[in-house]
Nanobody, 129 residues
Framework: QVQLAESGGDSVQAGGSLRLSCVSS????????MAWFRQAPGKEREGVAA??????????YYSAFVEDRFLISTDSAKNTVYLQMNSLKPEDSAMYYC????????????????????WGQGTQVTVSS
């Protein structure tokens, strides 16, 4: 059973930054697609970003609303995936979840929450105007 533990959520002012972390009990390397999702009250859970590594290269995927404000990265030695969030907006407020599945991410499926086998408990991000 893979366990994921998120941290780093907080309350910040609009324009601020946060870095979320997700530690996996197994791996965060080429064997897995690591992703961040978010869910605001009354809304569906949506994909934010995903990443996998292959042959020394990193492959990253972002939703359009990220607008180059967020950066996903991994530290394979620590089995950790990060989400650096800059220029935060009130509409970024949500519970942020880490998710993983075996195999590489793909353009077609990385944002499909049904594709992921394991989920963390979430970390709350609140952005005030």
């Amino acid at each position: 059973q893979v366990q994921l533990a998120e941290s780093g959520g907080d309350s910040v002012q609009a324009g601020g930054s946060l870095r979320l972390s997700c530690v996996s009990s197994v791996y965060a390397d080429s064997r897995a697609c690591m992703a961040w999702f978010r869910q605001a009250p009354g809304k569906e859970r949506e994909g934010v970003a995903a990443m996998h590594r292959s042959a020394g290269s990193s492959y990253t995927y972002y939703s359009a609303f990220v607008e180059d404000r967020f950066l996903i990265s991994t530290d394979s030695a620590k089995n950790t995936v990060y989400l650096q969030m800059n220029s935060l907006k009130p509409e970024d407020s949500a519970m942020y979840y880490c998710a993983t599945r075996r195999g590489a991410c793909t353009v077609a499926t990385w944002a499909a929450r049904g594709q992921y086998e394991y989920w963390g408990q979430g970390t709350q991000v609140t952005v005030s105007s």
